[in-house]
Structures are given as structure tokens and as C-alpha cells.
């Protein structure tokens, strides 16, 4: 990567104290949660032989951003941002330390139990860290910054599962959940750095919490542009649960890389860091912060997107398999970070927390309602891994046409104005 491409993200990093510290602590946080996923798999991987014990971690990991997606908005929108983020690092940091009690096949319901309340808390902290971000960060900076959160995330997914995976084979399962204790605990200090503008919100914010919910539901559903903006992920997401599941059987099947499935993953999950992380960073010099620009980069993003779907279901060797993979990460990394950043934009700070709540759940549901399509379709329909590829490249040309749709009114509704 040249110097030209990298440096807006240096300029922020080293000018921006604030950001610089809510960095640390996404850098930091990130690499427990890998941690602590590779730790809980490890674990009930050692107690139980089912596989259903496995799919249970993940189940559990995705149902609390959804069911306490009206919760947590409204926290985000009626309390202080920062101390959300400081208090959600440290209970974390105790919950983890739980995890420790499970011994045995017995304990798996402590298990599950720890992870939802662990998640639960997580589900406060990110409507809220996003919520806070346009506090810290400049209008003109916004792209920047979400960009530099998408290639930390990517870098983090190697480097974080890595570690993990190094700490728990020499140190043992005990010693990561104490690893990743330790990383909420400095998460939480980095954010104690930051000292954002004091928001003052509304009386109508923070009189009745339901009223609150309401309320960002009114506020969304009477500005369908902002709502259309909330969806882009989901739309990006319905295939993302099911599509990983092919990229399973295309690693143990189709194209094995040394013994088992892992050489293959490996080098599948490098590439998916090297798409979701270079393409927004390549896209912002062409785009820069106009929002009519961000808007056309996503709709290539889902073109983009497409494409690599079927690449995937039509690849003959693993280069293009991975060739179409980066080409539909590249597409819903740049979805992910202009349809955050245009909503830092357009949203004031009185409902940020709940649209990105909202915008959190839509995710999550449309993830594992792929994730339980993809393994219903492998295991009772018999599909394969390249048709179920194929299935969400339909999916995904669904989702392309109603964006062209909606961006074709937006622009020409804009033009009247």
C-alpha cells in the first residue's frame, strides 16, 4: 500500500487524540472477542462431541443484538455515550471471567448463559460507540474514519484469530478467557480518555423509554432515505450467514489446502480481510465525503457483490475462488462503510442511537436468517456448496435491483427539490 492511500488514516490517527483513543480500544477489543470466540469453541469442542453444542455458541452470539435492539437504542440516545462504553468494557470484563466455572459437559448451560449476557452487554456498547463518533470526528472525516474501522476490523479478524488460536493451544482455554478479560479492562481505560462535547438531548428523549422507541421509529419511517440507509447491511447480510457455510464445504470438498478444512479457510479468511479492508480505503479516493458520491459507490458495492457471488458458485480453481471472494468483500466492505458514515451524517445526535441500534438488528437478523437457510439447505435439501453460492448471488441481485430502484427515486426526487 502507498503512502498517498494510507495517509488521511495517519493524519487522523496522529491528529485526532479522541479517535486515536476510541481506536485503541476497538484495536483492543476486537482482539479479545477473538479470543474469546476460538476459547468457547475450543471449550465445547472438549466437552461435547455434538455439533449442535458448536452451532449453539453462535446462535447465542447472534440473538441478543436483535431481541434488545429497541433496548439498547434508547439507552444510547437517553444516557452519556462515553460512560456506556466504559461501563458495558467492565461488566464484560466480569463476565468473562465466568466462563472459568464451566468444567464439564454439565455446565454447558453456563456456558450459553454467559455468552448471552455477554453479547447482551455488547449489544449496548456498539449503537452507542457509533453513536459517539461524529462527536469526536469531523464531518469531513467521517468516511475516513469508518474506512480506518472496517481495515482494523479485517486486520484484526487475522491477527486477532491468530493469537486466539495461538494462546489457546499453548496456554490453554483458562488462560485466554483471562487474556480476554484483561482486554476489556484496558478498553476501558483507553475510553476513559476521551472527553466528547457534552450532548444535551431533548425533554421528549428522556421522559419514557418506550416513548423514546417509538419515537426513532417515527423518525425512521418518515425519512424512508435514512431508513434506506439502515438496510444496506442487512441487504448485504442476507447472504453472508449462508455464503460462509459454502465457503466450509468448498474448503473440505472442493479445493482442500493440506489436511482438513483450515489451510483452505485460512487462506479464504485472508483475502475476505484483504477485500473488506483495502476496498473502502481505495474507494473514499475516488468518492471522498459527497454523499451523492457514496451513494453511487453503494450501489457498485452491490454490483460488486454480485459479481463475486457468482464467481464463487462458478469458480473452477481456488485462485478464482478467491479472486470472486475479495471482489464480494470489496462490495460489502464498502457497502458497510458509506452506509455508516452517511448515517453519522445525516442523523442527529438525539436518535443516532437508536437508528444504529435498528440498524444493528436488521443486521443481525438477516445474518442468521442466512446462516440457519445455508445449513437447512446443506443438510435436509442436499444442496452444494456452489449452489447454495448461486442461491445467494440471486439473493443478491434481488438486493442490487431494489437499490438501483430506490437510488434511481432518490436522485431523481432530489433533482425536483
Excluded at 469526536?136 to 486486520?155: C, G, K, Q
Aim: with cysteine.
Amino acid at each position: 500500500m502507498n503512502l498517498p492511500l494510507i495517509a488521511p488514516y495517519i493524519r487522523l490517527l496522529t491528529g485526532n487524540r479522541q479517535y486515536r483513543w476510541l481506536w485503541f480500544s476497538q484495536v483492543i477489543s476486537l482482539t479479545g472477542d477473538w479470543f474469546n470466540l476460538i476459547a468457547t469453541t475450543t471449550l465445547v469442542a472438549q466437552l461435547s462431541d455434538s455439533g449442535l453444542a458448536i452451532s449453539g455458541i453462535f446462535l447465542a452470539r447472534l440473538l441478543p443484538p436483535f431481541l434488545l435492539g429497541p433496548v439498547v437504542g434508547v439507552v444510547a440516545d437517553r444516557f452519556d455515550r462515553k460512560k456506556i462504553l466504559i461501563v458495558s468494557d467492565l461488566l464484560r470484563m466480569m463476565v468473562v471471567l465466568g466462563f472459568l466455572l464451566v468444567r464439564s459437559e454439565s455446565d454447558l448451560w453456563l456456558l450459553y448463559g454467559l455468552i448471552l449476557l455477554q453479547l447482551s452487554i455488547s449489544a449496548f456498547f456498539e449503537p452507542a460507540r457509533a453513536a459517539l463518533m461524529p462527536a469526536i470526528v469531523p464531518r469531513e472525516d467521517l468516511v475516513t474514519a469508518n474506512a480506518l474501522d472496517s481495515t482494523t476490523w479485517s486486520t484484526m479478524l487475522a491477527v486477532g484469530a491468530a493469537l486466539g488460536g495461538l494462546a489457546t493451544a499453548t496456554l490453554g482455554v483458562s488462560a485466554a478467557f483471562i487474556i480476554d478479560s484483561l482486554t476489556f479492562a484496558l478498553s476501558a481505560w483507553c475510553v476513559w480518555h476521551l472527553h466528547p462535547p457534552r450532548e444535551n438531548f431533548p425533554v421528549t428523549v428522556t421522559q419514557n423509554g418506550f416513548r423514546s422507541y417509538i419515537d426513532g421509529l417515527r423518525y425512521l419511517w418518515h425519512r424512508p432515505h435514512t431508513l434506506a440507509l439502515t438496510l444496506v447491511k442487512a441487504g448485504g447480510a442476507i447472504s453472508y450467514g449462508a455464503i460462509d457455510i459454502s465457503r466450509v464445504e468448498f474448503a473440505e470438498k472442493i479445493f482442500p489446502v493440506g489436511h482438513g478444512t483450515s489451510g483452505t479457510l485460512g487462506i479464504i479468511y485472508t483475502v475476505i480481510g484483504i477485500g473488506t479492508g483495502l476496498a473502502p480505503l481505495l474507494a473514499q479516493k475516488f468518492t471522498g465525503e459527497r454523499e451523492t458520491a457514496m451513494r453511487w459507490g453503494i450501489t457498485a458495492a452491490f454490483a460488486l457483490s454480485v459479481v463475486g457471488f457468482f464467481g464463487v458458485a462458478w469458480s473452477p480453481t481456488l485462485w478464482i475462488l478467491l479472486l470472486a471472494t475479495i471482489i464480494q468483500t470489496s462490495g460489502s466492505g464498502i457497502g458497510w462503510v458509506y452506509s455508516s458514515a452517511l448515517l453519522q451524517m445525516r442523523v442527529p445526535s438525539e436518535f443516532r442511537g437508536r437508528v444504529f441500534a435498528f440498524d444493528l438488528a436488521a443486521v443481525t437478523l438477516a445474518s442468521g436468517t442466512s446462516t440457519l437457510w445455508g445449513g437447512y439447505a446443506l443438510d435436509r435439501q442436499g444442496f452444494t456448496a456452489r449452489e447454495i453460492a448461486f442461491w445467494c448471488a440471486v439473493v443478491s441481485v434481488v438486493v442490487f435491483v431494489l437499490w438501483t430502484i430506490y437510488h434511481y427515486s432518490h436522485r431523481k426526487s432530489a433533482a425536483m427539490l
